[in-house]
């Protein structure tokens, strides 16, 4: 049973590590996602400048600018997703796992309750034969 409390917990502390790590993934996901808006946001706003003040020649670089810096992370992006996609892949793999050992320690444990009730109760048994022998002499 020991070996099965072990294995439980080192299997509960993957499952935990690959959890974190999975959090870490999306909070860079969410990050991203929010630079891309800001970035949007920033063309729309500057456009509307640029144009209010008839500075449209410089408009151009800078928005060539933050749309490779959009396109990168886009890229960064996808990368992402599909990192999220292979952890949340380990970490129903890892769940899968712990429950096969779980599953396994409580059969033992349930086998070993049964033995014990087995025992107890052949005990019980030999008592009340010895007893009826001796009621009976």
């Known amino acids: 049973m020991a070996q099965l409390d072990q294995l439980i917990r080192v299997k509960k ?51 060539k600018k933050e749309l490779n ?24 793999m890892a769940f899968e796992e712990l429950k096969t050992v779980e599953i396994a320690a409580d059969r033992a444990a349930e086998r070993r309750a049964f033995k014990l009730r087995r025992r107890e109760q052949m005990t019980l048994d030999d008592i009340a034969g010895q007893r009826a022998f001796r009621n009976a002499s």
Request: proline letters at 0%; one cysteine or more; aromatic letters at 4%.
């Open 13 to 63: 502390w993957n499952l935990d590590i690959a959890r974190r790590e999975l959090v870490e993934l999306e909070q860079m996901r969410d990050d991203i996602k929010e630079r891309i808006d800001r970035i949007e946001k920033g063309l729309v706003e500057e456009q509307i400048l640029a144009s209010k003040s008839g500075l449209l020649t410089n408009y151009g670089d800078y928005a």
């Open 69 to 92: 810096r959009r396109d990168c992370l886009s890229a960064s992006l996808t990368d992402i997703e599909l990192q999220v996609k292979a952890k949340l892949e380990e970490i129903q």
